[in-house]
């Protein structure tokens, strides 16, 4: 099993966000049958429709072991990690009760883990926001243009061709999709070109 992440899992910055992380996400074990103790396996995230890691997991009945491996930066030595999540469980108002991971590091309860450093841990312990929290409305709106794009199996670049529509789609939909793609790709561009419109004047003011 290689390294994890797209490149930047490994270096916190002041502007690092959950979703440039590799997560592991409580829910999403559970709706893949997954928590049910004894279920191993590999764990698997991509980055702009590519394979970008994978670690092994073991689930216990009171939480779940991971074995990957790690570095620091791109020429640190690799290490062996073993890291064991434990459950925390509540009642739900019907009946029941919902599982929760317990922060190796705070022992908060939370439904997602990152990995941003050595182990996975919250996002409160590793400084983590959400990447909407950086961005302008325009900048948000490129970032949704390109994950639709991926998501239909092209590349996320504004400048590849738009991918053809994937099997099973309805026409309906993918137009839609279609249409939602070229209307904040061009916003972005009319906001990057009145930016460079107004940095220009700006020079030539000062050249003036």
Not at 14 to 19: G, L
Not at 123 to 149: F, M, P, T, V, W
Not at 189 to 207: P, S
Request: proline share 1%.
């Amino acid at each position: 099993m290689g390294g994890m992440g797209c490149g930047s899992w490994t270096r916190l910055s002041s502007k690092a966000t959950v979703e440039s992380q590799n997560t592991i996400n409580i829910r999403y074990l559970k709706e893949q049958g997954l928590l049910t103790a004894g279920r191993s396996g590999e764990l698997t995230w991509s980055c702009r429709g590519e394979r970008s890691g994978a670690i092994d997991y073991l689930t216990k009945e009171n939480g779940i072991q991971l074995t990957y491996n790690y570095r620091s930066g791109n020429r640190g030595e690799w290490q062996a990690v073993k890291q064991f999540v434990h459950y925390e469980y509540t009642a739900c108002h019907y009946g029941g009760q919902r599982t929760w991971f317990s922060c190796s590091e705070c022992h908060r309860r939370v439904s997602a883990i990152h990995c941003a450093g050595k182990y996975f841990l919250c996002r409160k312990c590793y400084g983590l926001n959400y990447q909407s929290q950086y961005e302008s409305y325009i900048d948000h709106q490129l970032y949704k243009a390109q994950e639709i794009r991926v998501k239909l199996g092209g590349s996320a670049s504004s400048t590849s061709l738009f991918p053809f529509k994937p099997k099973g789609m309805h026409w309906k939909t993918y137009t839609r999709l279609r249409f939602k793609v070229i209307k904040s790709e061009m916003a972005f561009y009319n906001n990057l070109n009145n930016q460079f419109n107004h940095l220009a004047l700006r020079i030539k003011g000062k050249k003036g």
